[in-house]
T-cell receptor
């Protein structure tokens, strides 16, 4: 399977702990996006990378959140000092710059529960 | 801010029935994408519509893009339990070179056997 993969699929953590999620995009895709989805809502944009450069961050992304894509391949999203409000599904998507119609392909997501 | 409103929010029908769900905006989108999402999984891309008035068919699913490219609809013929899921519409809204997607809240469809 050469789709987008995410690890872990589920994470339960206590408030105040740090967590890190990983996303492996489709191999030839140079754009990588992070979204967050809460119950009853559609995904909301957090940040995106073109190759290794992080080009935009949403205001949803507080300074407790950091994302990296060190070699333009996989990406990590770290949340420091987690809060209960961080509980959500974190989705990663990838696309190919120049791919017609801005199509993005999503991974299975990481479900974060902060207790 | 470009917003997408989806209706209905919830839909529960019997197997074999037909249904239509809607995605509306006051803004023009260069394209709209439809995704289906199952519980605990990521959205799966179904189709992209680009041209105003365009109609695309995917087996029993028919997608239409409004002439003014502000709205779209998804019609399912003879729904089956396997069609159950959250149907999301999304459109690029970043401007410039950021093609981040803006999503609607989705229509949660349940098809009962």
């Amino acid at each position: 399977d050469t789709g987008v993969s995410q690890d872990p699929r589920h994470k339960i953590t206590k408030r105040g702990q740090n967590v890190t999620f990983r996303c492996d995009p489709i191999s030839e895709h140079n754009r990588l996006y992070w979204y967050r989805q809460t119950l009853g809502q559609g995904p909301e944009f957090l940040t995106y990378f073109q190759n290794e450069a992080q080009l935009e961050k949403s205001r949803l992304l507080s300074d407790r959140f950091s994302a990296e894509r060190p070699k333009g391949s996989f990406s990590t999203l770290e949340i420091q000092r987690t809060e209960q409000g961080d509980s959500a599904m974190y989705l990663c998507a990838s696309s190919l710059l120049g791919l017609a119609n801005y199509e993005q392909y999503f991974g299975p997501g990481t479900r974060l529960t902060v207790t | 801010t470009q917003l997408l409103e989806q209706s209905p929010q919830f839909l529960s029908i019997q197997e074999g029935e037909n249904l239509t769900v809607y995605c509306n905006s006051s803004s023009v989108f260069s394209s709209l994408q439809w995704y289906r999402q199952e519980p605990g999984e990521g959205p799966v891309l179904l189709v992209t519509v680009v041209t105003g008035g365009e109609v695309k068919k995917l087996k029993r699913l028919t997608f239409q893009f409004g002439d003014a490219r502000k709205d779209s609809s998804l019609h399912i013929t003879a729904a089956q339990p396997g069609d159950t899921g959250l149907y999301l519409c999304a459109g690029p809204s970043g401007g410039g070179s950021n093609y981040k997607l803006t999503f609607g809240k989705g229509t949660l469809l349940t098809v009962n056997p």
